[in-house]
């Protein structure tokens, strides 16, 4: 269909081009060049200082290096939040390891610490230690980092912090993906700023950075010929997707405060409201950059559903979506182990993301006002 207003469109607005043509004429064009280098560097420098990142050519790339460098191997279990796009999922399976869904709790949407818990302590007594564990900052909430990590240390189990939706978004003055062992985002078109498609993976050591780079790219041992002894991937950033990147950059912190605007507007408007609840921080240790602005729908008299504003507004041509299916209720994940209640099904038969891309302007809001009012008002 094609949406006269769409959910979050990709927005060129830093010096892109810029970098583009520079890749084009030094003749930098593949998965080496300066561009790269700097985009890790813009990353780093914007992430704080303190950790290593590796460009990569998916979100879903880093959180597979990010499962190898944990030391997932064929069997091993690995905890994932259940409520999440299926990307957080999908190197659990290509590492031939079993995922084990976790419930979220309320106030985040994400993994809730006290299932977590529960989950590692049964596992531990059906005999087998998770090896790493995924947490998510869905729609770029941050999760209750303190308390997963606390869970995380006790039993000595890798934390993988999947911020694909969350750069920008920060915990207790930190920002998501520095708070784990490893942390993952992603520059696909629809998140908060795009490489065209690309990843990177966060890491707290610089040999862990130098080993993601060395399987990234086909894993080739020091040697004349060419020698391998290990699986290598083809994952790599190009340097004309690190050039987009680092175009990207210089407009982050606009790009962020505009989604967070996009909120307000949403929380004005479906104020009257009451059983409509704007999916929002719930203390000031959370900043969320709000890449989605999410809405969630209580029973009312009024018999108003997320699934009938979706459709009322796919209507007239804005496109609203369903929050992430629980990966529990997948046909894929039929079988594997869930832990918890129906935390994160109820958010999902109950809960709409709405159009929350850079580029809304005001006549696109008061079209969506309207579009809302016309459904809710009758
Ligand atoms: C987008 C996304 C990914 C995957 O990132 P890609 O760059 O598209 O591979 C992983 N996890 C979550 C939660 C995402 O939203």
Not at 218 to 228: I, T
Not at 279 to 306: G, R
Not at 316 to 328: D, R, V
């Amino acid at each position: 269909m094609d949406y006269k207003i769409r959910i979050s469109p990709p927005h060129m607005g830093g010096e892109e081009l810029k970098y583009i043509k520079e890749a084009l004429a030094t003749n930098w064009v593949a998965s080496s060049g300066r561009h790269i280098s700097d985009f890790e560097k813009d990353l780093e420098s914007y992430l704080g200082g303190q950790r290593y990142v590796a460009a990569l050519s998916s979100g879903t790339a880093a959180i597979h290096l990010a499962l190898i460098l944990a030391g997932v191997q064929r069997d091993d279990e690995v905890i994932c939040q259940s409520l999440t796009f299926a990307a957080s999922a999908f190197p659990i399976v290509y590492q031939g390891a079993k995922p084990i869904f976790v419930d979220s709790e309320q106030d985040t949407w994400n993994l809730c610490p006290s299932v977590l818990e529960e989950t590692i302590q049964d596992r531990l007594l059906k005999g087998k230690k998770p090896k790493a564990i995924i947490v998510v900052h869905i729609f770029g909430m941050p999760a209750k980092m303190d308390e997963i990590k606390t869970v995380s240390k006790k039993y000595n189990i890798p934390l993988i912090e999947d911020a694909a939706e969350a750069l920008g978004s920060s915990y207790k003055g930190h920002k998501c993906g520095c708070l784990g062992d490893f942390g993952i985002l992603s520059f696909n078109g629809n998140k908060i700023i795009t490489t065209s498609g690309g990843g990177a993976l966060i890491c707290k050591e610089a040999k862990q950075k130098d080993r993601a780079i060395f399987l990234a790219t086909q894993a080739k041992d020091e040697a004349l010929w060419y020698a391998h002894s290990t699986v290598g991937y083809n994952y790599r950033m190009s340097n004309i997707a690190a050039g987009i990147g680092r175009g990207q950059m210089e407009a982050l912190s606009v790009y962020s405060e505009k989604r967070r605007e996009n909120h307000l507007f949403y929380k004005n408007l479906f104020e009257p409201f009451d059983y409509i609840q704007v999916f929002s921080e719930t203390n000031a240790e959370q900043y969320a950059n709000h890449w989605l602005t999410c809405i969630q729908f209580s029973p009312n008299k009024a018999n108003k559903s997320a699934m009938g504003l979706l459709h009322a507004l796919g209507q007239q041509g804005i496109e609203s979506k369903p929050i992430w299916k629980p990966m529990h209720l997948q046909p894929l994940f039929k079988g594997c182990p869930y832990y918890g209640d129906k935390v994160a099904e109820t958010i999902f038969k109950t809960g709409l993301s709405l159009p929350s891309g850079y580029n809304l302007n005001k006549e696109d809001r008061e079209y969506i006002h309207n579009g809302v009012k016309n459904y809710l008002n009758h």
